[in-house]
């Protein structure tokens, strides 16, 4: 499964009652269903556990490449009121005092295996796909912003005001909560996300996604070969996201 | 007791008085509000594209809704994507064009979803945070 080079895909209103799924675009049209790892009936499945890794080394102060694909995908911050603008990923720069180290990282939903957003949550809007992405389903978040306090990442924002122009594949609104997805409409089509992408394109490649339990996968290996750690390691929510150069 | 008898006598032709105001304002109103209630007539909205609907038109009239939260939990709790039953799948085909070539939501004026929704008055909540016009990708198509 090749997650990088994966080709752009169109859905065609015609298909739907033709029960044809999804066709590619030329050039080299093929039918998708034969390509996709998981068919698009099938439910995800706790065979894979999706992941990301941040080589810190590769990151540079400056570069936003990741958010603004992010804000891009997404439909977020374009509002004119960029305070209260949803955040999926910021970029976080640090400097170690004694050294003078200077280390800059996207910080996003770190997916965690025992997510505290979902421990809080009273009306279970907060869950975790069986593939481990954390989502929040607003159709029953209750917008009471439990799971903004309760994750230690800071990785949830509230929509306070109407929205319009959403995405089809990003539905947001006023009142409910919302957080970094892992881009899970591009992951059930076998595409990395668009942070991921972004970095790449920028020439970076400090951003590595696949499934960590796929012993085969680039970031399983790189997991296993390399010194990975996670974020507050001392909360032991086994998070989906690790950090290498920290 | 005489108070009593009062007040209830009181409240007696109060109550005959304001049925004959009532009454009044009907008679003046009357003929123009049975028009206008005559005159709702079933809703008008433009033909869908596609050949057919994913299920029969008298279901869909009627349950919809069922199809559409099956669906949205299937997919945003599962990641089950299947076109057939999803809103995506129901706007790509409702969506009308104005003179222009451009899609016009859904949930416009006179639009399939907004037309009949005004008929049956029921508000639809979808389109605070659901898109109401075909995806960019569908959009491209012819
Ligand atoms: S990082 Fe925060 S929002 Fe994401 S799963 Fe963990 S607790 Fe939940
Ligand atoms: S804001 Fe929504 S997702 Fe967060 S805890 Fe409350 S109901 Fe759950």
Redesign the interface.
């Known amino acids: 499964m090749d997650m990088k080079n994966s080709s752009p895909?169109?859905?065609?209103?015609?298909?739907?009652?033709a029960g044809v799924?999804l066709l590619a675009l030329a050039p080299g049209v093929r039918l998708v269903d034969l390509a996709l790892a998981?068919a698009?009936?099938?439910?995800?499945s706790a065979a894979q556990r999706w992941g990301l890794l941040v080589d810190v080394d590769r990151c540079v102060s400056g570069c936003d490449a990741c958010v603004s694909a992010c804000n891009t995908e997404h439909g977020l911050g374009d509002s004119e009121r960029p305070q209260t603008d949803a955040q999926w990923i910021r970029k976080v720069d640090l400097v170690d005092h004694n050294t003078g180290r200077q280390l800059s990282l996207p910080l996003m939903c770190q997916h965690c295996e025992e997510p505290p957003c979902v421990d809080v949550c009273p009306t279970g809007a907060s869950?975790r796909?069986?593939?481990g992405i954390v989502?929040v389903?607003?159709?029953t978040c209750i917008g009471c912003r439990y799971c903004m306090m309760a994750c230690p990442y800071k990785a949830r924002s509230f929509i306070h005001e109407?929205?319009t122009?959403?995405?089809?594949?990003a539905?947001?609104?006023?009142g409910?909560v919302e957080s970094c997805t892992l881009c899970?409409?591009r992951v059930?089509?076998d595409e990395s996300p668009a942070c991921v992408e972004a970095c790449t394109d920028a020439g970076r490649e400090a951003l590595v996604f696949g499934d960590i339990n796929d012993r085969n996968d680039p970031l399983a290996t790189q997991l296993a070969e390399t010194t990975t750690r996670e974020l507050r390691a001392d909360l032991k929510l086994n998070t989906a996201v690790r950090y290498r150069g920290l | 007791m005489i108070w009593g008898d009062l007040i209830e006598r009181g409240c007696k032709w109060l109550s005959r008085a304001m049925r004959v105001v009532v009454m009044t304002i009907a008679l003046s109103l009357g003929t123009s509000v049975i028009e206008a209630y005559a005159e709702v007539s079933q809703p008008v909205f433009p033909s869908a594209?596609?050949?057919?609907?994913?299920e029969p038109v008298d279901i869909m009239r009627r349950d919809h809704f069922e199809f559409l939260k099956h669906q949205?939990d299937?997919t945003?709790?599962?990641?089950?994507?299947?076109?057939?039953h999803?809103l995506?799948?129901c706007?790509?085909?409702h969506a009308d064009k104005d003179a222009q070539g451009r899609f016009v939501p859904v949930n416009a004026k006179g639009q399939f979803c907004q037309s009949c929704h005004v008929y049956a008055a029921v508000k639809i909540d979808c389109f605070?945070?659901?898109?109401a016009r075909?995806?960019?990708?569908?959009s491209?198509?012819p």
């Not at chain 1, 895909?9 to 009652?17: I, L």
């Not at chain 1, 122009?165 to 594949?169: C, I, L, P, Y």
């Not at chain 2, 594209?49 to 994913?54: A, K, M, S, Y």
């Not at chain 2, 075909?134 to 569908?138: A, G, H, K, L, N």
């Open positions: 895909r169109r859905t065609f209103f015609t298909q739907a009652s799924a998981r698009q009936d099938e439910p995800a869950f796909r069986a593939d989502l389903d607003k159709h109407d929205l122009g959403q995405k089809t594949h539905p947001r609104g006023k409910a899970v409409h059930d089509r | 594209r596609g050949e057919q609907c994913v949205r299937k945003v709790r599962e990641g089950i994507r299947t076109p057939r999803s995506a799948g706007i790509d085909c605070s945070c659901h898109a075909p995806s960019e990708r569908v491209q198509s």
